[in-house]
């Protein structure tokens, strides 16, 4: 059996919160979650997720700094990092590295076609690397 891929949420809102496991989990992945930036930061260093989505308003570390950390570091830097705000701030989200960026609100579509799409965007020595760090 295929272990379930995991994506990393730093998310703070708690009802955002559970409109995306409910999204994700449907889609097959397993979720997980970080109240903050250092939290999620630390989380991925520690066992990389196939991906991490997260939001720009963060405590302790915003969202495109954790995605720019994210990017820096060899052992992350091939986890795309789905960007998903209120702000307009696709550019910003670009400039930092993120694979995509959504506004808010969240539309289970397209919050699962990107993560979808960004995973499997992932090339083949990348998604080994990840299940041999596990």
């Known amino acids: 059996m295929t272990p379930l891929r995991v994506v990393l949420i ?11 496991r ?15 930036g250092l939290a999620a930061l630390g989380r991925a260093q520690v066992a990389p997720p196939a991906l991490v989505v997260t939001e720009i308003l963060l405590p302790k570390l915003d969202g495109l700094t ?33 694979w995509a960026f959504l506004r808010k609100p969240i539309v289970e579509s397209t919050l699962v076609a990107a993560v979808l799409a960004a995973i499997a965007s992932q090339s083949p020595a990348s998604t080994e690397q990840q299940w041999a760090s596990r």
Do not use: K, M
């Not at 009802?15 to 995306?20: D, I, P």
């Not at 820096?72 to 550019?91: N, Q, R």
């Open 22 to 36: 409910v999204f994700l989990e449907r889609a097959g992945l397993a979720v997980e979650f970080a109240d903050d």
């Open 66 to 98: 954790l995605c720019r950390r994210l990017r820096d570091e060899p052992a992350t830097a091939h986890v795309p990092v789905v960007v998903l705000s209120i702000l307009a701030a696709a550019a910003r989200a670009a400039e930092a590295g993120a």
């Open 10 to 20: 730093a998310e703070r809102d708690q009802q955002v919160r559970a409109l995306q």
